[in-house]
């Protein structure tokens, strides 16, 4: 009970959005804005200030990068092992995307941060700031196998390319940039121009979150995309689970890594998969199903994770 209470003003924040795109409240300019001060502003502040407060000790442990990188490998391993060839190569390159790709930022730092408070919020934007390179590259990588048959340089180069420009990418690097400088504090003005802007992220995250979700034929959907729902929601947190605990990472590390794990497909997954041709609307039902899905999935992980 604690654990569904625990989650209970996530998910209606969701739904606060939610209702607000229904009503017209939020125009797509609005949304558009909005995104822009989450993505730009709001989740690098939230990342930078994770990464300068986390505990570095945990990168003398010689499996933390080997335990944050083995889950997004194995899990694509499953998917290609147990359900390739009952798919399109289109479906099945927007599931093998859609398996790892979690809304990490949008849920996943808001969800960590109010089951477990800062010391998560730490754990969980060191945990991203590694493993945010290998993600991009084995999904899309793992995708486009799937969709074309082979891999090319061109896509990797693109990738790489791509998360250059992307500032939660650029926050996480700047921020360990900063900590293996030495400069785990920074002036005063500045930290609390990132606090206030960090503040803004996870009340407006849910609320946007809840406004991009589209809910037509919920039962419909979910029979159409429910491997996406299993690989996503029980599969890949449960890998993860396994491979942190086998490791010896902290309880800290193993309750946020898991808690990532768990989210829902990212929001910007149906993106990637429209513009490598993928099966962009499976990937966009596949999005909206695990959002719901989630409100009973997170209590269960809550529970067992210990956090309530």
């Not at 995104?35 to 933390?64: C, E, H, K, S, V």
């Not at 037509?216 to 996406?228: C, R």
């Not at 794990?261 to 990212?266: D, K, L, N, S």
């Not at 998969?273 to 990937?283: S, T, V």
């Amino acid at each position: 009970m604690q654990a569904l209470l625990i989650v209970t003003p996530i998910f209606l924040l969701i739904g606060i959005g939610w209702f607000l795109k229904y009503k017209k409240v939020f125009s797509p300019e609005t949304l558009e804005e909005n995104n822009f001060l989450l993505y730009w502003l709001a989740m690098p502040a939230t990342l930078l200030q994770g990464i300068l407060r986390a505990d570095m000790d945990i990168l003398q442990n010689p499996l933390f990068l080997i335990a944050i990188w083995a889950p997004y490998f194995i899990t694509l391993v499953i998917v290609w092992t147990t359900a390739r060839y009952s798919e399109t190569p289109a479906r099945f390159a927007a599931l093998t995307l859609s398996a790892v790709r979690g809304n990490h930022f949008f849920a996943g730092i808001p969800i960590v941060s109010l089951a477990m408070g800062s010391r998560g919020v730490e754990a969980g934007t060191l945990i991203l700031a590694f493993s945010l390179v290998i993600m991009q590259l084995l999904s899309i990588g793992s995708g486009q196998l799937a969709l074309y048959g082979t891999l090319s340089w061109k896509s990797v180069r693109a990738t790489g390319l791509q998360l250059l420009k992307n500032p939660l990418f650029m926050a996480c690097f700047f921020g360990l940039l900063l900590v293996f400088a030495g400069v785990n504090h920074l002036p005063p003005w500045i930290n609390e121009t990132l606090k206030i802007l960090a503040e803004i992220s996870t009340g407006l995250a849910l609320l946007m979150l809840g406004a991009e979700l589209r809910l037509e034929n919920i039962f419909k959907m979910l029979l159409s995309v429910w491997k996406i729902v299993f690989f996503k929601l029980v599969v890949h947190p449960v890998v993860t689970y396994l491979i942190f605990a086998a490791l010896g990472l902290s309880r800290e590390m193993i309750q946020a890594g898991v808690l990532l794990a768990a989210m829902p497909v990212g929001v910007n997954t149906s993106i990637v998969a429209q513009a490598m041709g993928m099966d962009n609307e499976y990937c966009s039902r596949g999005i909206a199903i695990t959002t719901l899905c989630s409100i009973l999935s997170l209590p269960f992980w809550i529970g067992l994770l210990g956090l309530a």
